[in-house]
Nanobody, 127 residues
């Protein structure tokens, strides 16, 4: 059983930055692909970014447009999401998720493919 705890959310103005962290415990962190998703009020949860177990492969949603960077530190069992040039449309609860590595299966963009979830951290961007 893997436990995930996000932190780093907050209230910022448009154009500012935040760095989200997700600390994992209870499992072998390097055995998991890690993803970030977000959910705004009244909307479905959507994919933001994911990263392979080694960190060598990353993928971002189209709306990121070069503003966010996902990274991981397997020694610290932590995945990060650096968010720059934030926009009011980025306002949402951000969740990290873990997908167990399976040979031949890459990291997913569908939330249903992830095995464990954190409780979320709120990001609010004012205009």
């Amino acid at each position: 059983q893997v436990q995930l705890v996000e932190s780093g959310g907050g209230l910022v103005q448009a154009g500012e930055s935040l760095r989200l962290s997700c600390a994992a415990s209870g499992g072998t962190f390097s055995s998991y692909y890690m993803g970030w998703f977000r959910q705004a009020p009244g909307k479905e949860r959507e994919f933001v970014a994911h990263i392979s177990w080694s960190g060598s492969y990353k993928r971002y949603a189209d709306f990121v447009q070069g503003r966010f960077t996902i990274s991981r530190d397997n020694g610290k069992n932590t995945v990060y999401l650096q968010m720059n040039n934030l926009r009011p449309a980025d306002t949402a609860t951000y969740f990290c998720a873990a997908q167990l590595f399976v040979a031949g299966v890459g990291p997913a963009t569908e939330s249903s493919k992830y095995d464990y979830w954190g409780q979320g951290t709120q990001v609010t961007v004012s205009s």
